[in-house]
């Protein structure tokens, strides 16, 4: 790039200094030079964009292990992350290979086509390799968030086989629907899910609540009505994978963005990265707040999970709702989850060791909804009635819908064949030494 | 008195305590151990395989009035009996004599609670 | 900002393609619009820059969880963990409610207006969206110090209080007066603190120290003459908070410049780059080799604390400063430090588990003077007189007063309100139990 | 940078706005102002990718230090830390002073010059300070990767010692062969390593691998013929490690094109940041099958190393790779490095604690000559016959006997002089206590 | 000769180790255990309450010849009492026989220094 | 019956596993625990030098039948013994009875595999 430069600096250097050679046509040459070179830095800077905000949403990976790993027993430590590497690992081949065709590819309202990754899928305004890793990395964060409901007791033949299949299809149906062109983008008043509340965040939680519904609670979970505490074993842990998954976030939402370059760009990353913050500080004070007046004392384990609610509930409206729309949207979702939490567990009596339902399933419809309301140019709440609200409705409801019936189908196939739960002495003695024959902790 | 030394599978652990509590032992010690038996685990790492029985157990500890160990005996087995291998084994042992080191009240006194039990 | 582009393309091309057409009036105009172009490139190349900057400085929130978790004990994790979450999420909606307003706006010397954050408070190469979230996570950095000071003895309810006050009031007036058009900016050598030696380390280490004072010692610190030591209950955990730290420094002090485009810019993030990672480099060694020659053993503990030691010291003057003289700074900082923390410890019977005031307090006072030394533009070692050294000697002992008397204030209120210190029974048996009813290991 | 463009824009506003004054000389000279901006803005996105690239391989020292601490026992975990830590703090300063020198320095074929650095050694398109940002960060992995093989078992003072000799003399020398200008980058089909496969890991796998060899196994690893298994104390913290070098890995290959602007660059980043991660992930999966095969159950720690084994493979070729090409390397590296580590373990006895010399040492190598076979413009899978396979061969044999034989000779000095290996004592009751008289867990 | 088990208070651990060194009790080993007692503790973890008794102690174990026993209870109950619930208890059990590994010396010899006791 | 309780140095426990098994002690519990004694270790945390003698042992617990005694102890002897200072202790203390949990067997017979060694 630097020769290419140096010539439109000769040439431009000689039309100002040798003044009588100076003619329109050289200027204008020059110029055209110059152009380009600009329409290759707007390139080239859309791209460094995508990359980096790609590198902060891989890191996500370590957040969700150690949160995982961190809110659940020591016993199972080894068999927790492995699920968590494996899964971005298969699921990184599995979207190149699979489900970035399906996402991308040739434009049916609701799938895309079975062919592996090329060149030719996609195309915009920065390099369609860019794009994918930056899909890659959301396309893994779907299939982890289901390794944390389905914690401790699932075969892990069994996970590998749905992870691979959620990263491959499950996911990319949906999201096809919602950002490959398909039919919620279609709307009359499109499904609006800027960073992937609904299509990342929620399809991982409704298909976790189902495999967690469909494996049933961990042995000793539940004894008659009383529902026991298994509390997690390093908080320590847990709270860094928090940190990083906020982090994380900062990739997650302003990168969606997927340019930097003008004004309007910069402005918009800015703002995204701001909502972004302040839903999540919002999040983390509702939750504090209403567990210490619930519980009688501030809890960790539950503020911790009401940052994550904050965050997810405003990746879908990150983009279009004002920062003090965003703090609304974070301290509702920190109170929401935590009646979330209690709903599934005490009531409905389902055995999701790291609230990921409730963190991302429900939160992520929450704040899906949100974008109906606090929209800043269609929401109900400045006057725009309710018609975005309508299609953030279908938008949910739809991606639930798809999310609950594609994993029952998916566990019910997997309960059948190679079993889907390990068995008693293993979950009692832990899958670390049944499963991996080893420990984490030595 | 004596000293009754239970070895136990970690997850029968909330189970033992209610039925201790049942039988009135309200104070008992207990701490991670380890065992080594027969039911050994095939282990890698790193590639290489190790054969081992290092088996995670709770040693619970209760030093009881000599009248009231043949009841902790039986609550625990009932409540941590699975029927199957690794079980657990329960020791007596012989004890001269225990202090309160609140008070420094000595003997079966140190064991129960005064205002309870009389 | 492509579709803009692609007319400047189509209207240069036409000017080169269609010969005869081209007239002067068309290029100025294709000009004019790759003029402005341009101009927008580099705003969101700044943007960009200061947003992954406030990515890596978000960071350090971690980084400081992981340092104060680390280096005190099992018992009270939750507890210190839990006060670096919380103090985040307020000092987030605390700084955009208040902080912020207080400290960038309508200038008056001393303090500015008690305002929300609006768009209009600042305006500079960035916008300002961008700007609040940099300078938010400046902000909750000051509070955070202060947590490790006061740490395994605070109620937790008054930690909440004193955090929000810190990042909404107190941080921000002395931070007016230096990075908001205050007093020390205007001084007729302006009193130069790039990033925040004083501003943010400083501040935090002496209200730290003034509620470490207020605190009293840790149950078992002090017996009669003897100091007892209390180690941190995980080096690892404490280790892996130094680098994230580290890193989050390469947002923090080239981060600070607030610009990247043109040459100038380029050279001058690089050159901060190189000084913050020279005077870490050279404070980690310096504490070294002291610990090793003064207690006979390289200690971790020690040398982590000089890693950081160097950070700070540099943080004031990394943008005018050689590379030697970073490395100058450094070394120094690291001895400074040992001395420092023998001298809180042994001499003053202070209790500040993890060092707090010596890292940031006293070593961030030292880099803030060694600006009026080591600069290459103002510094006495180059010659410049001691006008500038004078000038950092106002801004620091202000600042220490200012820190000193306000956190004085503030704990002064809490002790007689809610209470600053736990019960005996609880400091004993651990904070994590008795204030958050959760035990951070299981 | 602002002004300078208000300049223009001024200028060019006049231009457009006051008709009659635009004159063919006015519009030159307002078009070189542009033009230089242009040149002045690719400068500076060439330099904050570059210095963002820094940081994230900065934070491959945290993922050091994590893996090789879970991998080893907790009796030796300050060690462990300490060594990480400083071997880079050492490192920066001493490739500062003279590596940088020896390594970019007046070109002759074997060795640059002894001088420290200074602006004048290099020159190009990013500041010569962000260039030695990138180079410190390398040179320090190098000394790092040696740490591990030797871990658990070598005294401190020695490990200081050849720490900085690595950093300072060892590592710039090779360097200098492949990426100064050596005589490796002149041969007729030049050596190619892009991000240094062979430069920086392969190296730093022989040196550890000479280093393991001298120091003799850890006490109780061999017995007889049986090969004994020392388990790491925490997984948690070593895949947390491996995740961190993942990322930081998406400095380490793309930030190596030292460039992102222009379209040539904006792909090229791209496609390797692409291709990394298709390496990595292909041999994760391939050491998680090999592993599940070979020893009955999915190993953690195997896998870990799978992943690490693919990185270390593309690093070499992955801009030259296809992302099927690195799938194919990263698949192949997985199943190496089991057989790896079983022939350096079982059949040579050889005790390298980490598996630094299987990881980076032979995956390094093989990823090099891979090269040879993959590439896209010089590979003989795609036609273009041995040629660069030899080169390739040339490289990795050359930096081998360099590494191998500059190792025996570092050691053998070491061991003559101040002992390399501990006694006895200190090395059953734990180097903590006895080297450093601190315990990491308390 | 007998085994002194004392169950103290965390904190306490420090004073206690100062007062069985002044009366000349060298050598002891002592790990973490977990009571069970009625100070009960209310937890709260992800919104589930649990009651629970759980608290730290150390469990120091001591091997005497029977003539220094009282005087190591009485070293233990001044530095380990705080007056207040949760003070922790101190057992005295029967030991047969004590053999240094070391040496293989056995009985009353096996637990004291030779050089310095005589 | 007896217990036998041996401290011993961590880096031993392999080896003594070992013997044990050699003599047919197939069952048995073990336990981190630190050993306080006279060979001091100065440490430094930040600056504070602080001595301590806090030294890592493992405690191997073994419940034999009185018969097994001295075989046991003498394994482990061999197996743990350096001759070097440190190598620990091994105390006998009388048990009264044995229970297995999963069957209730009490006595001699809990002790051992019913199907091995009749
Ligand atoms: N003789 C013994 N001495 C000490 N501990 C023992 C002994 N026998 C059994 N244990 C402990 O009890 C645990 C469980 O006993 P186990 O024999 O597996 O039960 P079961 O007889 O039901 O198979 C063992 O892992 C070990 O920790
Ligand atoms: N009968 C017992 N058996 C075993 N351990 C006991 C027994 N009684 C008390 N302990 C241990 O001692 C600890 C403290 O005893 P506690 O009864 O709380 O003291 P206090 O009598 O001063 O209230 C308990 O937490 C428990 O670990
Ligand atoms: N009287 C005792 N009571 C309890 N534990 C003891 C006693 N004597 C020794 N130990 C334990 O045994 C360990 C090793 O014993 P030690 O005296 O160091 O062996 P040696 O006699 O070979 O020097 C000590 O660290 C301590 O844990």
């Known amino acids: ?442 | 008195m004596k000293k009754i030394e239970a070895i136990i599978r970690k997850t029968k652990f909330e189970e033992v305590k209610d039925a201790l509590l049942e039988v009135d032992i309200e104070w008992f010690s207990y701490y991670d151990v380890r065992g080594v038996g027969k039911s050994r685990q095939g282990r890698i790492y790193r590639g290489v395989v190790y054969d081992t029985s290092y088996i995670e157990r709770i040693l619970i500890s209760i030093i009881v009035r000599d009248k009231n160990a043949e009841k902790t005996v039986a609550a625990i087995i009932k409540a941590a009996q699975t029927g199957e291998i690794g079980d657990g084994r329960i020791f007596i042992i012989p004890v001269e004599d225990a202090i309160r080191i609140r008070t420094g009240e000595r003997g079966d006194i140190a064991l129960y609670n005064a205002e309870k039990e009389k």
């Open chain 1, 1 to 442: 790039m630097a020769e290419v430069l140096d010539t439109i600096m000769i040439a431009s250097d000689s039309i100002s200094s040798v003044v009588p050679v100076v003619t329109t046509d050289s200027i204008a040459s020059s110029l055209t030079v110059a152009t380009d070179t600009i329409g290759e830095l707007i390139f080239s800077l859309d791209t460094v964009w995508v990359l980096l905000a790609s590198a902060l949403v891989f890191f996500m990976q370590a957040g969700f292990a150690l949160v995982e790993a961190g809110f659940t027993r020591s016993k199972n430590t080894v068999n927790i992350l492995m699920k968590n590497l494996i899964d971005f690992a298969f699921g990184s081949l599995a979207f190149f290979l699979i489900g970035f065709g399906i996402m991308f590819g040739v434009k049916n309202g609701f799938i895309g086509s079975f062919i592996p990754y090329s060149d030719g899928i996609w195309s915009g305004g920065i390099p369609s390799e860019a794009f994918l890793i930056f899909q890659t990395v959301f396309a893994a964060t779907a299939a982890t968030i289901v390794s944390g409901a389905m914690a401790e007791r699932t075969h892990f033949v069994s996970y590998v086989i749905f992870s691979v299949v959620i990263s491959a299809i499950i996911y990319p149906i949906s999201g096809h629907w919602i950002w490959g062109g398909g039919w919620l983008s279609t709307l009359a008043e499109p499904f609006h899910d800027f960073a992937g509340s609904t299509a990342v965040h929620s399809l991982g939680g409704w298909i976790g609540l189902t495999g967690a519904i469909m494996l049933g609670p961990r042995l000793g979970k539940f004894k008659g009505k009383k529902v026991n505490a298994i509390p997690g074993h390093n908080l320590t842990i847990g709270a860094l994978g928090v940190f990083i998954l906020w982090l994380g976030w900062f990739g997650f939402n302003p990168g969606s963005q997927l340019a930097a370059s003008g004004t309007a760009n910069a402005v918009a990353i800015s703002h995204i990265f701001l909502t972004t913050n302040l839903a999540a500080a919002a999040g983390t004070v509702s939750a504090l707040a209403l567990s210490w007046i619930k519980y009688g004392k501030p809890s960790l384990s539950i503020t911790l999970n009401g940052t994550l609610a904050g965050l997810v509930a405003v990746t879908a409206g990150c983009d279009v709702v004002s920062g003090w729309g965003a703090v609304a949207i974070g301290l509702l979702a920190g109170i929401l989850l935590i009646f979330s939490l209690r709903l599934i567990e005490n009531v409905f009596k389902i055995d999701d060791p790291v609230g990921a339902a409730s963190v991302h399933g429900i939160t992520g419809a929450f704040g899906t909804l949100a974008v109906g309301l606090f929209s800043q140019s269609t929401g109900l709440f400045y006057g725009f009635g309710t018609q975005a609200l309508l299609s953030q409705f279908i938008g949910v409801v739809s991606v639930a819908a798809w999310g609950l019936s594609a994993g029952f189908i998916l566990f019910f196939i997997l309960k059948k064949t190679v079993g889907l739960r390990v068995d008693k002495r293993v979950e009692e003695e832990g899958l670390d030494i049944y499963e991996h024959g080893e420990a984490a902790y030595n």
